[in-house]
């Protein structure tokens, strides 16, 4: 019987939110706002492949033979801090976060992320994270819709144009590390290429994610777009 009492107000559902796209698109940008406005955990998964790939290198690992990378795969111990106020990433306990977003990791990412063994490795750590995310998580990369959290509660695919990633990318470039916008269109191009060929979770679109071209938008229009999206999902639950 109704007795006219108004319902306890219960804590927002637990979402789990994934996030994908190419680079240049507002990812990270976009996922670590989402989350600090929505009092979400948050992940870089591309932080850790550039870690991994950091680790390569710095060990001697050559990463263009594909079957030295898997052998080392399970070596480095990734640690991710979840907090999208001030991410972080350690490997084997020291502070990864300025070494891996060099021109050379960047330049070698791909080819030690298409390593079926290396991403089997990140793979389950990523859903660790997403797993023991009690308030929820935005999770962002490339495969995450796809292969990584299939089961997300809502999966948003970020797009934009070659020349307006470029230009965020080269942006975003300091000092030594900077270069033309046409370099880092080519370099954007190649990478997509890459990341979309690889035979083991290619950069793809999933078929229920909501696809967001952010070529025309400014970085808080695609936040807000990401919030209403989100506040739909969780009041729909």
């Excluded at 078929?207 to 808080?220: I, K, S």
């Amino acid at each position: 019987m109704d007795n006219g009492a108004t319902p306890a107000r219960t804590a927002p559902a637990a979402v789990i939110v994934a996030i994908d796209g190419p680079s240049g698109t507002g990812k990270s940008s976009t996922s670590k706002a989402v989350a600090t406005q929505l009092g979400l955990s948050y992940l870089d998964t591309g932080a850790q492949y550039r870690a991994m790939t950091w680790w390569m290198i710095t060990n001697g690992v050559d990463v263009s033979d594909p079957a030295a990378i898997a052998t080392a795969a399970g070596k480095p111990v990734l640690v991710s801090g979840t907090d999208p106020a001030a991410p972080t990433i350690t490997v084997d306990g020291a502070d990864a976060s300025g070494p891996i977003r060099t021109q050379e990791v960047t330049s070698k990412v791909s080819a030690v992320s298409a390593v079926p063994e290396v991403r089997t490795v990140v793979t389950e750590l990523q859903r660790s994270i997403a797993a023991s995310a009690a308030k929820g998580i935005v999770v962002e990369g490339r495969d995450i819709g796809t292969t990584v959290l299939p089961d997300a509660d809502l999966k948003i695919f970020l797009t934009a144009s070659p020349e307006a990633r470029a230009a965020r990318r080269s942006g975003e470039l300091k000092g030594k590390e900077a270069t033309d916008v046409a370099a880092t269109k080519d370099a954007l191009v190649k990478r997509d290429a890459a990341d979309s060929g690889r035979k083991t979770s290619p950069l793809a679109k999933a078929g229920d994610a909501v696809e967001v071209d952010t070529t025309d938008l400014t970085l808080q229009q695609v936040i807000e777009c990401v919030v209403t999206l989100v506040e739909e999902k969780r009041a729909a639950r």
